[in-house]
T-cell receptor, first 113, second 112 residues
Framework: NAGVMQNPRHLVRRRGQEARLRCSPMKGHSHVYWYRQLPEEGLKFMVYLQKENIIDESGMPKERFSAEFPKEGPSILRIQQVVRGDSAAYFC???????????FGSGTRLTVV | GNSVTQMEGPVTLSEEAFLTINCTYTATGYPSLFWYVQYPGEGLQLLLKATKADDKGSNKGFEATYRKETTSFHLEKGSVQVSDSAVYFCALSDQSNYQLIWGAGTKLIIKP
């Protein structure tokens, strides 16, 4: 049973470009959580999604950031018009029910140049 | 608000040494407490957890006891190995039960 898969592992974008981060949950998991880790800091909750629904996006910046988890396919975290401050590691977790302490992916390390 | 504070790293020890990584928390109510480990190049793995006061979580020789009186959840291991080298994160779940609040992580380096 494959774990949570995130891709790409590393992503480099120029300022103003768009970044798309993908997360495929574990088989049978319909709950997905996104976290961001800034350098030298702990992870910070961004958004919680259940298939086709956003349950809690209280940790996500109001502008430029969006997330989706369609009926088919991976969850996508989209960052439009990236800025240097968006450089961070983005982690995704999934669980079969609404508990956040699920399985985590290896993360996507976004670098904005 | 809820928060988690971990001792700063890196922590460098020799093989077979005793390990303690301190973790204290601030929370309303009765959170669950977790330790996660991240080995180089890998994702986060749940190491152990405790859901109520005085519970002891244990796994792979690691232990941590939920101490409500000192609001602590220190990670301990009696004899570390080189393979324990990793970054260790302490976390708590808030009242929502899905949102995890994280410490900054402690890098552990074990020298042979």
């Amino acid at each position: 049973n494959a774990g949570v898969m995130q891709n790409p592992r590393h992503l480099v974008r120029r300022r103003g470009q768009e970044a798309r981060l993908r997360c495929s949950p574990m088989k049978g998991h319909s709950h997905v959580y996104w976290y961001r880790q800034l350098p030298e800091e702990g992870l910070k909750f961004m958004v919680y999604l259940q298939k086709e629904n956003i349950i809690d996006e209280s940790g996500m910046p109001k502008e430029r950031f969006s997330a989706e988890f369609p009926k088919e396919g991976p969850s996508i975290l989209r960052i439009q018009q990236v800025v240097r401050g968006d450089s961070a590691a983005y982690f995704c977790a999934s669980s079969p029910s609404g508990t956040g302490s699920g399985s985590f992916g290896s993360g996507t390390r976004l670098t904005v140049v | 608000g809820n928060s988690v504070t971990q001792m700063e790293g890196p922590v460098t020890l020799s093989e077979e040494a005793f390990l303690t990584i301190n973790c204290t928390y601030t929370a309303t109510g009765y959170p669950s407490l977790f330790w996660y480990v991240q080995y180089p190049g890998e994702g986060l793995q749940l190491l152990l957890k405790a859901t109520k006061a005085d519970d002891k979580g244990s796994n792979k020789g690691f232990e941590a006891t939920y101490r409500k009186e000192t609001t602590s959840f220190h990670l301990e291991k009696g004899s570390v190995q080189v393979s324990d080298s990793a970054v260790y994160f302490c976390a708590l779940s808030d009242q929502s039960n899905y949102q995890l609040i994280w410490g900054a992580g402690t890098k552990l380096i074990i020298k042979p």
